[in-house]
């Protein structure tokens, strides 16, 4: 019996049920997938979504991505693994929810105290955490949730507790007061790549601390000139060269300074007066310098943003107050020598945009620098390093590699406490003088450091603490999960965080495993709107993934997220795209319904001995489909494949030979249409995964498609075959264009003389195709090259050598009565522009462009009238 299909594909009522039949089947789970012991490794883990809000487009694209190599190499019989979790975005979360609060309860989390704040925070996490798991699994996201884990989970705090102490214990981690960057409204310390930058209008003050000091210096800054304690100049500078060595002891604005003149050669002599005032508390590069030359810290500006105590007047006044203040008294001093107006980047912090204060504090570092035995006397830096240039990491595009190197070869030792309440709290404890790093101690008495951990730090050793670490590593040997699974092969993530993130992966993995983390990295772009702007919330222009799905289907959202999508690049959203890519799955449906509900035989097992043209055409295009879409998807070129796939769907099989098939007759058609139709449901399967499971099924198929093998080769070879099928869509197309240009009636039955050379006996076999392909054409005729045909009423085509005649094509009468309407309004546009250019009126008064433009279009319109005259 036939089988039945729904006319209409609706999404809507199969993505539930399917998902839940792939969770149940086990295969997410590379244990269940029943391989040969030495199938190979796909393992990836997801970038752990924040737990902030809801996951948004660019989410959904990357979901999109991942799902489709995963699916890509199970298909291929790898041993596929993709981890889950989400991340606990240490001082994101807490500004959210400290915005939350205020909003709701007008309350700080001061007001709250440690405890009760967080307990606002978990309820928070706990229910945008469901909201994002359940997103995660509407995108059709295949991914492991046996192993679900969470950077603040019970598991990855063991992990961070017992990387902290790893690293303390060998020098790695310590404790040091530096320049860091403070944020006086989070009121933490920032990552040097949590720092923005806001170009600013700025102005720069060029003065001297008094009138007796000999040099002038230029700054935007003059109220850290308070904490000045030497000034820098080039040694090869003549004008200063005398003073270098000296201290001098003045008073600015009243306060005492005692500067001294220092040479050093990165001062550059042409910039500004040529000196610098050294700030060492407040500048990142000064404090370098202060080191260098063993110079005094003062600390001028306080965690608040304000001015420190025992500074007279400045102190308690805010930064720009203080500002105004010693500018004023600098005018009144008449040291001010020069004032303007310059272009400067303002440091912001990246979570809410405050002006960021560099400030001496005492803080948790990690020691990039330091040589390590477990390294073989390398730092973390240099072994960072080495495993890119080894070639042991690649990065997709090849491009990100210099940016990684860069930024790898300047980094410096990274500040990794925060004075936040979320987050992994320091696993430090004091008691007098004492210290103790690693586990609570049991007896009393014991206060642990009350700062957390740069969320990066957990996150940096998700591709190990996600497979065991530190249970899975006994004895310096990986055992269980971390040993069959660690390095994973492929880090999928957005090129803005490989150094907040990639980089640190590398350096974590290297320390606790003294191995990389993953093999390859694979860059995308962001999802921008249509008008290629940066997509907000506060812009309105935000979209919610689970919308989208709800009106077009998963499948038509992850095939707009994944075509036109190239690595490392920014690509454009519309919602124009997702509506035409859910009529495409609306045709793969219909090309399906046709091919199923025409047989009761669902079997493929054509004969290969008994086939047409076009099968033969069908078969030869579908195995370069099968070689080429598999050499795109391995290299990462998804959207190369998904055009492909498109074109040979939409334009090979369902424009050319199912209709062909209508008037052809070959008992095998339909297995052979079921063939075709089980191979490319397998290729789309990795973008589209919903509807080819649908169709599938509908074939009688048992097992799910997502362990489905990915189609083999077909082993024919009908190049010239292929050719000459196409010759005869190219004959096709050509009349179909010719009746369209000449404004052929479309019912219009016309005749078609032919001087097809030696290409008469391919044409006179597929003449049937030929003249039922929607051409309209009654009769063919062949004639020798030598034998002139009647040229009256005709249309004339060539397609390569080939002539085709298409007799009575054109009706006279009505060409006539056309042509005549055309000179008829010619005339009338041309005697309105003619009585335009005479008159006076118009010629003196209007611009000589325009006069000149009238004329051209008059010159034009004339000669049209005269072509029209010359044909007839
Ligand atoms: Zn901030």
């Known amino acids: 019996m036939k089988k039945e299909m729904n006319k209409?594909?609706?999404?809507?009522?199969?993505?539930?049920?399917?998902?839940?039949?792939?969770?149940?089947?086990?295969?997410f789970n590379p244990d269940n997938l029943n391989l040969p012991e030495n199938a190979p490794n796909y393992t990836m883990v997801l970038p752990p979504p924040n737990i902030t809000a809801k996951l948004h487009i660019g989410h959904a694209s990357m979901l999109a991505i991942e799902d489709l190599f995963i699916r890509f190499h199970r298909m291929n019989g790898y041993r596929t693994f993709w981890i889950p979790?989400?991340?606990?975005?240490?001082?994101?979360?807490?500004?959210?929810?400290?915005?939350?609060?205020?909003?709701?309860?007008?309350?700080?989390?001061?007001?709250?105290?440690?405890e009760k704040f967080l307990e606002k925070v978990w309820e928070f996490l706990n229910e945008t955490q469901n909201t994002i798991l359940n997103q995660t699994k509407k995108m059709g996201s295949s991914l492991d949730w046996s192993c679900q884990a969470f950077t603040l989970d019970e598991k990855r705090q063991e992990a961070v507790k017992k990387m902290f102490g790893d690293m303390y214990n060998e020098g790695v981690i310590y404790q040091g007061e530096r320049v860091i960057n403070w944020c006086p409204r989070c009121q933490s310390t920032l990552a040097d790549d949590e720092v923005e930058y806001k170009e600013q209008q700025a102005k720069l003050y060029t003065f001297r601390y008094s009138k007796d000091f000999p040099i002038a210096i230029s700054t935007t800054r003059p109220e850290t000139k308070l904490g000045d304690t030497a000034m820098a100049v080039n040694p090869k500078d003549e004008r200063y060269k005398k003073y270098i060595g000296q201290t001098i002891n003045t008073e600015f604005c009243g306060q005492k300074l005692n500067i001294k003149i220092i040479g050093d050669i990165s001062v550059d002599m042409n910039f500004g007066t040529g000196?610098?005032?050294?700030?060492?508390?407040?500048?990142?590069?000064?404090?370098?310098?202060?080191?260098?030359?063993?110079?005094?810290?003062?600390?001028?500006?306080?965690?608040?943003?304000?001015?420190?105590?025992?500074?007279?007047k400045f102190s308690g006044q805010t930064v720009l107050q203080a500002r105004a203040m010693i500018v004023k008294e600098l005018k009144k001093q008449n040291l001010i020598e020069k004032e303007e107006e310059i272009n400067n980047n303002l440091s912001i912090c990246y979570?809410?945009?405050?002006?960021?204060?560099?400030?001496?504090?005492?803080?948790?570092?990690?020691?990039?620098?330091?040589?390590?035995?477990?390294?073989?006397?390398?730092?973390?830096?240099?072994?960072?390093?080495?495993?890119?240039?080894?070639?042991?990491?690649e990065f997709i595009p090849d491009r990100f590699t210099k940016r990684y190197m860069d930024w790898t070869s300047n980094l410096h030792d990274w500040c990794i406490s925060r004075q936040i309440w979320f987050g992994h709290q320091i696993p430090v404890w004091y008691k007098d003088n004492d210290i103790r790093v690693g586990d609570k101690p049991q007896e009393e008495g014991w206060i642990q450091d009350p700062d957390t951990l740069d969320t990066w730090f957990s996150s940096g050793m998700w591709t190990f603490s996600t497979l065991g670490w530190p249970e899975n590593f006994v004895n310096n040997k990986k055992i269980n999960e971390l040993e069959k699974y660690h390095p994973t092969q492929m880090l999928e993530t957005?090129?803005?965080?490989?150094?907040?993130?990639?980089?640190?992966?590398?350096?974590?993995?290297?320390?606790?495993?003294?191995?990389?983390?993953?093999?390859?990295?694979?860059?995308?772009?962001?999802?921008?709107?249509?008008?290629?702007?940066?997509?907000?919330?506060?812009?309105?222009?935000?979209?919610?993934?689970?919308?989208?799905?709800?009106?077009?289907?998963?499948d038509a959202l992850r095939l707009s997220l994944l075509i036109g999508n190239t690595p490392g690049n920014d690509m454009r959203y519309s919602e124009e795209k997702v509506a035409s890519n859910r009529n495409f799955i609306n045709k793969?449906?219909?090309?399906?319904?046709?091919?199923?509900?025409?047989?009761?035989d669902l079997s493929d097992n054509y004969d290969k001995s008994n086939l047409n043209l076009s099968d033969k055409w069908i078969l030869n295009r579908l195995n370069n489909l099968i070689i080429e879409s598999r050499k795109n998807l391995q290299e990462y070129q998804f959207t190369l494949a998904g055009d492909k796939l498109k074109d040979f769907t939409w334009n090979d099989l369902a424009d050319w030979y199912i209709e062909a098939k209508k008037f052809e007759k070959n008992d095998d058609n339909n297995k052979i249409l079921i063939f075709i139709l089980k191979n490319i449901l397998r290729l789309w399967h990795p973008f589209i995964p919903f509807i080819t499971e649908v169709i599938w099924q509908e074939l009688g198929e048992k097992e799910t498609i997502m362990i489905a093998s990915w189609p083999q080769d077909i082993n024919v070879s009908f190049n010239s075959e292929e050719q000459d099928f196409e010759l005869i869509k190219e004959i096709i197309v050509a009349i179909r264009n010719a009746r369209f240009v000449n404004k052929v009636e479309p019912g219009k039955k016309i005749k078609a003389i032919i001087i097809a050379g030696n290409k008469e006996s391919l044409i006179k076999e597929q003449k049937y195709l030929i003249q039922n392909l929607k051409t309209g054409i009654s009769e063919i005729e062949f004639i020798s090259a030598n034998t002139e045909p009647d040229k009256n009423n005709i249309i004339l085509i060539n397609v390569g050598s080939i002539e085709i005649h298409l007799l009575g094509a054109i009706d006279e009468e009505k060409e006539k009565m056309r042509r005549n309407k055309e000179i008829e309004n010619l005339n009338k546009i041309i005697s309105v522009i003619e009585n335009k250019l005479a008159n006076n009126d118009f010629i003196t008064r209007a611009p000589a462009e325009l006069i000149q433009k009238e004329q051209e279009k008059l010159k034009n319109y004339q000669i049209e009238l005269e072509k029209i005259k010359n044909n007839i």
């Open 275 to 312: 000196a610098l005032g050294v700030t060492p508390a407040h500048s990142i590069i000064d404090s370098q310098m202060a080191q260098k030359n063993n110079l005094p810290t003062i600390k001028v500006i306080n965690e608040q943003g304000l001015i420190k105590e025992n500074f007279g």
């Open 351 to 393: 979570r809410c945009d405050t002006p960021i204060e560099p400030l001496p504090s005492k803080q948790w570092f990690v020691s990039v620098d330091k040589k390590l035995d477990r390294l073989n006397g390398k730092s973390l830096k240099e072994k960072a390093l080495e495993v890119v240039q080894e070639k042991q990491i």
């Open 588 to 600: 793969l449906w219909n090309i399906s319904r046709f091919i199923i509900t025409n047989t009761d």
């Open 8 to 27: 209409i594909y609706n999404p809507g009522e199969w993505e539930d049920d399917i998902y839940e039949k792939w969770e149940k089947s086990g295969y």
């Open 85 to 114: 979790g989400t991340d606990h975005a240490a001082i994101a979360t807490q500004n959210v929810v400290e915005k939350k609060l205020l909003k709701e309860e007008k309350k700080t989390r001061h007001d709250l105290g440690r």
């Open 494 to 554: 957005g090129y803005e965080i490989i150094t907040l993130w990639v980089s640190r992966m590398v350096i974590m993995s290297l320390f606790a495993l003294n191995e990389i983390p993953f093999e390859k990295v694979y860059l995308h772009g962001t999802v921008l709107d249509k008008n290629g702007k940066k997509m907000s919330k506060s812009k309105g222009n935000g979209i919610d993934p689970l919308d989208v799905i709800k009106e077009f289907g998963t």
